[in-house]
T-cell receptor
Framework: DAGVIQSPRHEVTEMGQEVTLRCKPI?????LFWYRQTMMRGLELLIY????????DSGMPEDRFSAKMPNASFSTLKIQPSEPRDSAVYFC??????????????FGPGTRLTVL | GQSLEQPSEVTAVEGAIVQINCTYQ??????LSWYQQHDGGAPTFLSY????GLEETGRFSSFLSRSDSYGYLLLQELQMKDSASYFC??????????FGAGTTVTVRA
């Protein structure tokens, strides 16, 4: 398996622009998580999905952030409009509900977002 | 809510043993995980403890004491490639993880 795939790997944009981050989870995984990592705040959970349904979005910082999972193999995290304080590395992770090592979350390589 | 405390930095020489402690406060507890993250990389899973005691996986071991809300990661026979950040993470609901701030381990020759 290719692992969790994220795109783009790097994104530089200007304040006020819309940013869309993409994630493809590992095939067969039914949980998908979006995290944000910064030096100041560490690794924060933003939102997670089970079987494409958002379960907990309490970590989404503001209405400028939205996430969707239209099918089992694709999810997006959108920021509109973007602000410099959104600069961070955004990770997507997936896991199984049961079977195998279901205690493990598999992380993608991350998207490094810079908002100027 | 939840809070996790772990040391910010540890430095040791090759071949040494390092113990990274993690204390936590959480309203719900299902288990304690450890993840490793190399600079510029993604977090990768090391271990998970749901019950008290020691779990050993090669050179790395993890311990949990639920009554003390405490765990540790033990790195033995340190190698240069072990230089990384190590995060403890509490599973405070069936499928959510809350991460500590991380401990940067630097291995010197």
């Amino acid at each position: 398996d290719a692992g969790v795939i994220q795109s783009p790997r790097h994104e530089v944009t200007e304040m006020g622009q819309e940013v869309t981050l993409r994630c493809k989870p590992i095939s067969g995984h039914d949980y998908l998580f979006w995290y944000r990592q910064t030096m100041m705040r560490g690794l924060e959970l933003l939102i997670y999905f089970n079987n494409n349904v958002p379960i907990d979005d309490s970590g989404m910082p503001e209405d400028r952030f939205s996430a969707k999972m239209p099918n089992a193999s694709f999810s997006t995290l959108k920021i509109q409009p973007s602000e410099p304080r959104d600069s961070a590395v955004y990770f997507c992770a997936s896991r199984l509900t049961s079977g195998g090592n279901y205690n493990e979350q598999f992380f993608g390589p991350g998207t490094r977002l810079t908002v100027l | 809510g939840q809070s996790l405390e772990q040391p910010s930095e540890v430095t040791a020489v090759e071949g040494a043993i390092v113990q990274i402690n993690c204390t936590y406060q959480t309203s719900g507890f299902y288990g304690l995980s450890w993840y490793q993250q190399h600079d510029g990389g993604a977090p990768t899973f090391l271990s998970y403890n749901a019950l008290d005691g020691l779990e050993e996986t090669g050179r790395f071991s993890s311990f949990l004491s639920r009554s003390d809300s405490y765990g540790y990661l033990l790195l033995q026979e340190l190698q240069m490639k072990d230089s990384a950040s190590y995060f403890c993470a509490v599973r405070d609901s069936p499928y959510k993880l809350s991460f500590g701030a991380g401990t940067t381990v630097t291995v010197r020759a």
